[in-house]
């Protein structure tokens, strides 16, 4: 009995082999056939730069954040002086008076505290206005030229925690998605 449970074993083992060797080479033709990952690599920074409608927008909103920050600057100097100048004289004024003077400072502090929100807001608005229009001008080109190349995927190199440590140098398609968005590659 234990002769046929040896040979079992052995007819076992090479069953078993023979198991293995014929799964290895299906998946061997089977990953012949699976489809190759590319892998593209852009710098977004790099495009946006580039992009006359992307310095456009950072004008524009360089501009719209000075006004607010002007008069907003206006805002706190008139309160620190109208504070100033009750604090100097709060002791000679009746008091009906410094109530009065009270109840616009804390009208003037309100104002400016709804006035900064109010900034943040608008400015948050002005740049999805402007910038939802360029990266989507920016994806359409990656998209489109990702598609043209084979590539499966396309990462942006700007990360601060690189996603892959090697590139080959044809990966880079900043040049071929400027031409796409209609710019002459400047390198």
């Known amino acids: 009995m234990s002769m046929n449970a040896h040979i079992t074993r052995k007819q076992t083992v090479k069953v078993l082999a023979l198991i293995f060797i014929l799964l290895t080479g299906a998946a061997m033709k089977l990953s012949d056939k699976a489809p190759q ?28 954040k000075q006004q607010l920050e002007a008069q907003l600057h206006a805002k706190v100097t008139a309160y620190d002086q109208k504070l100033k100048d009750f604090e100097a004289n709060k002791e000679n004024l009746a008091r009906l008076v410094a109530e009065d003077k009270k109840a616009e400072l804390e009208q003037m502090q309100a104002s400016i505290q709804a006035f900064h929100k109010a900034s943040n807001e608008e400015l948050a608005d002005k ?3 402007l910038m939802i229009p360029v990266w989507k001008s920016i994806e359409a080109a990656i998209a489109a030229v990702a598609r043209e190349k ?3 995927h396309v990462i942006n190199s700007d990360q601060p ?25 400047t390198h």
């Open 37 to 64: 990952s590319r892998i593209g690599v852009v710098s977004m920074s790099s495009l946006m730069e580039q992009l006359p409608a992307y310095r456009s927008a950072v004008e524009d909103l360089d501009t719209l």
């Open 127 to 129: 740049e999805d206005k």
């Open 150 to 152: 084979g590539y499966t």
């Open 161 to 185: 925690s690189p996603l892959l440590l090697y590139l080959e140098e044809e990966t880079q398609i900043d040049g071929q998605v400027l031409v796409k968005l209609g710019i002459g590659v």
